[in-house]
């Protein structure tokens, strides 16, 4: 089913969006599976593990964080921070770091994440920090390192958490 998008805003979020969050996340999880590509987040929705509650609610605490609402309806989020996910080393310099993007499986393919990406490079611009940072899954054939790159990141260095390979992506704002 093709949605027909008449109006995306993007406003700061909270804790209070933390349920809507959690159901993005469902629903990529089941959009994944459905993809047969369960690598990057397994097979369970992410309401169901406490852990991985934990860690949205973490995110959300971690920085300000984006809701992409389209026609009132939120389709998509974004966290960003100062600092990298724990497990990356942080730059050299100051950062804006995307330590959260997620679309509702629903709004996919309609540029929702792509216009949450640009408000991350807005955010970097008004906080006047050059380098915008974002970490991904980089297995299944390497789909998500290319969205990155079709949205003006640079794949700079791999890491691995476990088993799950990462690729570290930065652009110059």
Known sequence: MRLSLTQMEIREGGAEDIPAILAMMDSAVEWLVAEGRTGQWGTEPFSSRSTSVDKIRETVGSGPTWIAEVDGEAAGAMTIASRPSP????????????????????????????????????????QSVRLLRVDCYAGGEGRLVDYYRRNGFTPTETFDVNGWPGQVLAQRV
């Open 87 to 126: 497990y990356i080393a942080p730059a050299d310099e100051p950062e804006v770091f995307v330590r959260l993007l997620v679309t509702d499986s629903r709004f996919r393919g309609h540029g929702v994440g792509s216009a949450l990406l640009a408000h991350a490079v807005e955010e970097a611009r008004r």
